[in-house]
């Protein structure tokens, strides 16, 4: 018997919503923001060649706000190379964003989930725990970096950071999930069973808590609400695996 654990890192955090809105906008801006359109699209490619005329366009871009607009449109750039394959180049630019501007927490958390998906985790850790220095109720992040401590064997810091993201949201249905799965992991069938039931409430047709529930009932012997989850499971179309 197996469950599905679904501890996957999020990259998203409406980064294709921070436009530029000015009175005059220059050609630079006109760009981030055909670049943001791309990116709201996810045509990866688009994106890139706009945000990559606006940087070449710094100047006027840096009038525009300083550094903090020029951070922004190296970090939607390095938004789209995560997005489009190109890791290496993504973490250029989130360096050359953190330079600009040394508090942008976003772009720690993008560079972070980029050295992630690298397999770089302690260098993510790493970005990820400047990212919450800057900005401490950054939720994403500390749901990123609790992934990161699980994936390590680290369960006590990825409970810590997926207990904090639910503190911070406390719809946070990934947050939940990905929380009773440690708490399998570490025999805490009870309060497995307890962020499972949780994360119904919030979704009621979520079939993986159902079937994640299970799984922790059949761990913990209660074959038959193990049964009852299970069947639920598959009655909302998600394919249960002996």
Do not use: H
Request: aromatic share 14%; proline share 3%; glycine share 6%.
């Amino acid at each position: 018997m197996r469950y599905l654990r679904v501890l996957t890192p999020v990259i998203c955090a409406c980064l294709a919503a921070v436009t530029l809105v000015l009175a005059c906008v220059s050609p630079a801006q006109e760009q981030v923001i055909k670049g943001d359109g791309f990116l709201k699209q996810e045509q990866w490619d688009g994106a890139i060649a706009a945000y990559t005329k606006a940087i070449g366009l710094d100047t006027k871009l840096n009038s525009a706000g300083l550094n903090s607009k020029l951070a922004t449109a190296y970090t939607k750039r390095g938004y789209a190379y995560t997005s489009n394959g190109e890791p290496d180049k993504a973490i250029a630019d989130f360096t050359r964003a953190v330079e600009l501007d040394a508090k942008y927490a976003a772009a720690y958390n993008y560079r972070g989930f980029t050295y992630g998906v690298m397999g770089y985790y302690d260098k993510a850790i790493d970005d990820f725990t400047r990212a919450v220095e800057i900005d401490p109720e950054f939720t994403l992040v500390y749901y990123n970096r609790g992934y990161l401590y699980n994936s390590n064997g680290e369960s006590d810091k990825a409970l810590a950071d997926f207990t904090r993201a639910i503190e911070l949201d406390p719809k946070y249905a990934l947050a939940y999930n990905n929380r009773g799965s440690v708490y399998i992991d570490i025999g805490e069938y009870d309060k497995a069973i307890a962020d499972y039931t949780r994360l119904m409430e919030i979704n009621p047709k979520l079939a993986l808590a159902f079937y994640n529930r299970g799984y922790a009932y059949y761990k913990k012997g209660e074959y038959s609400k193990a049964d009852a989850d299970f069947k639920q499971a598959k009655e909302l179309a998600y394919i249960v695996n002996p």
